[in-house]
């Protein structure tokens, strides 16, 4: 007896969409391998272009200096006085004070060129060979900074600091400046790129191309190199008390940059 097959409709619904998957994969399938190949079998270009090879560059470094005649002289003063009680060692100090600045001004030393820097009160003790120490009094000590902008007047400005003063000034940290630096400064930067630029072109030149235009540059560094007589060792005063004598000599200022260029 033959045997027969019962087909519900749930059955023929899960056959009817087993086909349908079947079909569409096979049709994806088919149109990827298309794609792959041009009309004449051969495979297509690929979508993504290959990302392009940096651009060709050269960077150099240069170094520029400038030489500069210092025309200025700033030093440290101070003047001491003692007393025996705070309020008299201090009006002593305050007095020679008023006259050495009085004098400096009179020197040609601008007010807004001269700043108290420090003011010190201290006890002075005896101490002998057995017993407490003994106060004997009080010590002040004022401290100022003067700068003189023109170094022509800079030995009288000094000489007349301690006439005005006398044993009770004491004068330091004498340094020689160069009033307008930021000229030298770029002197020594427009040398330093000159300088860059010279040997970059010679490497190009010797490579076969041309330079094209700068893509970056920055200052390497940017320092006093070294200076030359900068200073006398010691300012010594003569016995009259006459104008100090002071050597300017001369200082250079040191300049390096990087420069980037393309090729043209």
């Not at 002998?128 to 800079?154: C, I, N």
């Not at 008390?241 to 090729?263: C, E, H, M, N």
Request: no cysteine; hydrophobic share 45%; charged share 20%.
């Amino acid at each position: 007896m033959p045997s027969t097959v019962t087909l519900n409709t749930r059955t023929l619904t899960v056959v009817g969409l087993v086909l349908m998957a079947v079909i569409t994969t096979y049709s994806i399938a088919s149109a990827r391998a298309d794609s792959a190949t041009d009309s004449g079998g051969q495979p297509a270009a690929a979508t993504r272009a290959a990302p392009d090879a940096a651009e060709p560059s050269l960077v150099m470094t240069g170094t520029g200096e400038a030489v500069g005649v210092p025309d200025q002289l700033s030093f440290a003063l101070a003047v001491k006085a003692d007393g025996d009680s705070v309020s008299e060692a201090l009006g002593r100090a305050n007095a020679i004070s008023r006259r050495v600045l009085s004098t400096l001004r009179d020197e040609g030393v601008r007010a807004e060129d001269i700043q108290t820097t420090g003011l010190s009160i201290d006890p002075r003790y005896a101490y002998p060979d057995y017993g407490p120490p003994v106060l004997l009094g009080y010590a002040v000590t004022q401290r100022a900074s003067v700068l003189v902008r023109s170094l022509a007047d800079a030995g009288d400005a000094l000489s007349s600091a301690v006439e005005a003063g006398g044993d009770a000034v004491r004068l330091g940290q004498l340094q020689l400046r160069i009033g307008d630096k930021d000229a030298l400064l770029r002197q020594a930067r427009q040398a330093a790129v000159a300088d860059a630029t010279t040997k970059a072109e010679e490497y190009a030149s010797a490579a076969g191309a041309e330079l094209g235009a700068v893509t970056s540059l920055r200052e390497v560094v940017s320092t006093p190199s070294g200076s030359r007589d900068y200073l006398a060792k010691d300012i010594a005063m003569r016995s009259e008390l006459s104008r100090v004598p002071i050597r300017a000599g001369s200082t250079d200022l040191k300049v390096t940059v990087a420069i980037q260029w393309s090729f043209a």
